[in-house]
């Protein structure tokens, strides 16, 4: 199968291939999280930097470990082992252990960006869009540099979207909305506004 | 939840059922997962394209939240606090493997059809919440009603959904079922394989199928939903 370059995977990921408006994943965060643009930036670093780093650690583990041709079981056993089926919880227990690392590190390190990001790390376990990014990039079966730039790519795709949500919701407070309508029904339509703006893209580039 | 975690007088099944029943059609109303609580929004958007996907994926959904209750419930005395996150995610990996694994052996077209999202059931915050909040404190049994409670309840919204945006957005209802009927504009045809033809006055809008038609049908569901109920302060 012919794949598209490192840079098409990126600019797909962020804009026409969006992993929130397009797949609708890390939802949850984004409603809870989209309140004020400070923390939503925060939120969106902290997104982008783990879903890069774990895309590539799963990608290395999944082909070494778990894919029968490739993995390095397999040939220490001389046969073919397909340990596939074990995708879901090695890649969960690498995001979980990876946010554990990063905030310990992050704590010896400097302790202004603990403050900074350190409240929003163990949120991004549960971050479904990281998972996503994880398995979308074993389906597509991207090779290395292309999972890495996948990863980034929806790293950043998602925090353009909950960054720009985060400045809209912040005129919104001024608003005069129907009262069964504030806070989430408004913030669905107004996602679903930035979704089709989001289709314009797709022309642009495709995956 | 009122967790009568204390198990000193040794309840019966009777009373475990009732308190079961009690819990479960609070996850089904009145405290319903997604539109109460805001849990899991994201499968909920992204399987509805049509009404057969959103069905199976609510089958994985109680499946898992159901078993992976029963068995965190059975274990709740033996797992220490601080590693229960850590024993709740491989159990309900466990479950999402085996119900990934089922669905690929003996349905292998709704597997690819659902991608990601059978995966991320993992992640689904209903699954995880329901194992804290309640099977945690609680005995099997009513955890095991109250898995299939939240369920239902998350169930009921992906059905609504789904349905919408089927109608809307492809002018179907259970396509891909010997059940299919087909609401076409105009004349009707005899083309495809249904049950039913209904004629309707309007065309079907791709919109409706695509992202933002996910987005705006929860929206305003929401809005109904709180409408009617608007004790409920958010």
Redesign the interface.
Known sequence: MDQPSFWIVLVAAIFTNNIL????????SF??VSKRVETAVGLGIAVVFVCTATSALNWLLYYGLLNPSTSIISKAMGQELDLR?????LF?AVI?GFVQLVEMIVERVSESLYMALGIYLPLIT???AI??AC??MV?REYDFLRSVAYGLGSGLGWMLAIVSMASIRERLRFSNI????????????V???M??A??GFAGMVSL | MNGQGSDKEKPTLKEDIRMGRKAMWAGIVMDNPVFCQLLGVCSALAVTGKVVNAVVMSVAVIFVTAMSNVLVSTMRKAIPRSVRMIAEVVVIAFFVILFDQLLKAFWFDMSRELGPYVGLIITNCIVMGRAEAFALQNRPVPSLLDGIGNGLGYTAVLVAVAVVRELTGSGTLLAGTPLAIVFKAGQLSSETPCLLQIPIPFEPSQMMILAPGAFFTMGILIFIFRAIRPEEEI
């Open positions: 408006l397009r797949y609708f994943l890390g939802m949850c409603l809870a089926f074990l995708q879901f919880i969960i979980a549960v971050n479904c998972l996503g398995l979308f389906i129907p009262k069964p309508l504030k806070e989430v029904g408004i913030v669905m339509i996602t679903g506004i979704a089709m989001f289709i």
